[in-house]
Each structure stands twice: as C-alpha cells, then as structure tokens.
C-alpha cells in the first residue's frame, strides 16, 4: 500500500517563504505531484518531480529525493491567496489515473 | 473547452437509494478518476480509468461503480447510499502527469 505524511498546519508571515515537507512509501514510485486546493473549491495542479532535484516554476518549487522518499513544496514571497490547503500525492505506476494524495497542510497567510 | 464537468453540483439522498454521478472531459484524455474528500481530509481514490473499457479500483471502492464506455464518460453509481457515503465527490482526468478537476458534487445521505 501507500502512505504519505505531511504536516497538517503551517502559519507564515505576507513575503515569507515556507516549506511544506512530505514523506512517502508506497510499493512502487513513478513521480510526486503537488496540489493546492482553496477552501470550497477543487484541487489544482502546482508540479511534478519525477526525477531527484528542484523544479521551479515562478514562486513555487517543488523537490524530490527519491533516494529519502521525501519532497517539499517551497513557496516564496507569500501572498495572501496562497492560504490553502497543499497535498502532495503519490503516482505509483506509470497510470496517470492512480494518484494517492496525503491528507494535506493547511497554510495559513497572516499579514 | 468546458475542461472537466461534473453535475449535479449538490445531492441529497436517502439511505439505501441510488443515483449516479455524472462526469465529463472534453480533453481526449485517456486517464480518469473519482475521488472523495470529507471534512479536514484529503482526497481518497475510488475508482479509476486508463481508457474505454478499463476501469481499476482505488483505496476505497466499495459501494461504488463505474464504467467507462467512452474516452469522454466516467459515471460513479452508488448502489444504495448510505450515510458514510456523505462527501464532497471530485472527477479528474489526467494528460498523465496533471490531474485536472471538475468543481465537485456536494452529496449529503440522512
């Protein structure tokens, strides 16, 4: 089976920058996918790693060790709308359907 | 491009009745999924689909259905509804790596 563990709250400051860790195991890897989801609404796609290494995409970054089981999310210059919730989540094969998420950090933004 | 869409968008049922949830992609996407999600919670995969004709299931399939006729068409059926079917009900479809979201049924069985 597969588990991930990743904090359930985060607090940080406007213009801060904040790590959201996840560990994994899971019986057979394919890549690691972050999520972000705003109260209400439905979860969008933030990145992917595949490989071990950072993945950067504007203020987001995304790292993997496969080696660890272990990724983070990094999210700099934080604004108010990045409070939300963040999963990260698990493709165990090479079926783009079968994504197995964490149970999320609730981030929250403060002025 | 309407993306993913999922009707109805709020659902009351009683115990032990049965309806089908509906979703659309109009992606050409081959990848779907249904996933749940309760209160404080992540999302939990039901079922999922690599293709027409192929369905597979997720951690938590039971009482639950799907086929998968068409590339366009993922339907979940709840064969009688009980209360800890209460969720928010998430489709997706993927283009392998991203999982694009409809906007979710809102279910509620008393």
């Known amino acids: 089976g597969q588990s991930l563990e990743q904090p359930s709250e985060v607090t940080a400051v406007e213009g801060a920058i904040v790590q959201i860790n996840c560990t994994y195991q899971?019986?057979?890897?394919?890549?690691l996918s972050w999520y972000q989801q705003h109260d209400g609404g439905a979860p969008t796609f933030l990145s992917y790693n595949g490989l071990d290494g950072l993945e950067e995409t504007g203020r987001f970054s995304s790292f993997l060790s496969r080696s660890d089981s272990y990724g983070y999310l990094l999210l700099q210059e934080l604004q108010m709308k990045d409070s939300a919730s963040y999963f990260c989540a698990v493709m165990d094969s090479n079926q783009g359907g079968k994504l197995i998420f964490g149970q999320g950090t609730e981030l929250s933004v403060k002025p | 491009n309407a993306g993913v869409t999922q009707t109805p968008k709020f659902q009351v049922l009683k115990t032990g009745q049965s309806m089908t949830l509906q979703c659309a992609q109009d992606?050409?996407?081959?990848?779907m999924s249904w996933y749940r999600q309760d209160p404080g919670m992540g999302l939990r995969l039901i079922h999922y689909s690599v293709g027409a004709g192929i369905t597979d299931q997720g951690e938590v399939p039971n009482g639950y259905n799907v086929s998968r006729s068409t590339t366009e068409d993922f339907p979940l059926r709840l064969l009688s509804a009980a209360p800890s079917q209460t969720s928010v009900y998430f489709c997706?479809?993927?283009?392998?790596?991203?999982?694009?979201f409809g906007p979710g049924t809102r279910l509620t069985v008393t």
């Open positions: 992606m050409n996407h081959e990848y």
């Open positions: 997706a479809s993927s283009s392998m790596y991203e999982q694009y």
């Open positions: 899971t019986s057979g890897f394919y890549g």
